[in-house]
């Protein structure tokens, strides 16, 4: 069974452009969530999704947003990037998303802004 | 809300040493714990999870952790390190009940020498 994959593994953007990071889950998990790991932040919570509905959400600004599709595959877009937004975005999979499954992640897409 | 603290930003020891990584959690009700592990350029991998009974719970890699309600913690442990060990460790805390908004620890960097 095919784990958890995230396109592109490196991104390199410049302030002020946007970028798309895509997430493929589990086949069969129907719940996927973002995460975007720094070293001074740890592992921060942007958004799960489930069922194509983003059903949660952490505190992060509006030029953060996501989308998932009937295949239960899921995008987040970061609008108008700003330098904080380097860092490693994981995205993870279970499911149904519930507090007691275990989190499949994907390797991450590195994203660098200049 | 709940919240997670690990206390140690990095943690060196001998392999054959034994390990000891503290988690220190709030959160009103009993909570879903978990311990996972990121290796260089990976997504993270479960190692453990506490929901209900017994309170030490044996992992993957050898790797056990014990629930301390009294003192709310989580503290993983490995009696033996192997080289292979390095890696960053999080803990992270669930919300009984519901679909998953997880709060991870900002993680702890355990270096193995020789």
């Known amino acids: 069974k095919a784990g958890v994959t995230q396109t592109p593994r490196y991104l390199i953007k410049t302030r002020g452009q946007q970028v798309t990071l895509s997430c493929s889950p589990i086949?069969?998990?129907?719940?996927v969530s973002w995460y975007q790991q720094t070293p001074g932040q740890g592992l921060q919570f942007l958004f799960e999704?489930?069922?194509?509905?983003?059903?949660n959400k952490g505190n992060f600004p509006g030029r953060f947003s996501g989308r998932q599709f009937s295949n239960s595959r899921s995008e987040m877009n970061v609008s108008t990037l700003e330098l904080g937004d380097s860092a490693l975005y994981l995205c993870?999979?279970?499911?149904?998303?519930?507090?007691?499954?275990?989190?499949?992640f994907g390797s991450g897409t590195q994203l660098s802004v200049l | 809300a709940q919240s997670v603290t690990q206390p140690d930003i990095h943690i060196t020891v001998s392999e054959g040493a034994s390990l000891e990584l503290r988690c220190n959690y709030s959160?009103?009700?009993?909570?879903?714990l978990f311990w996972y592990v990121q290796s260089p350029g990976q997504g993270l991998q479960l190692l453990l999870k506490?929901?209900?009974?017994?309170?030490l719970v044996q992992g993957i890699k050898g790797f056990e952790a014990e629930f301390k309600r009294s003192q709310s913690s989580f503290n993983l442990r490995k009696p033996s390190v192997h080289w292979s060990d390095a890696a960053e460790y999080f803990c992270?805390?669930?919300?009984?009940?519901?679909?998953?908004?997880?709060?991870f620890g900002r993680g702890t960097s355990l270096i193995v020498h020789p």
């Open positions: 993870a999979s279970s499911l149904f998303g519930t507090t007691n499954e275990k989190l499949f």
């Open positions: 086949s069969g998990h129907r719940s």
């Open positions: 999704y489930f069922s194509e509905t983003q059903r």
């Open positions: 959160y009103g009700a009993t909570p879903y």
């Open positions: 506490y929901f209900s009974g017994d309170t």
């Open positions: 992270a805390v669930g919300a009984a009940g519901g679909s998953y908004i997880p709060t």
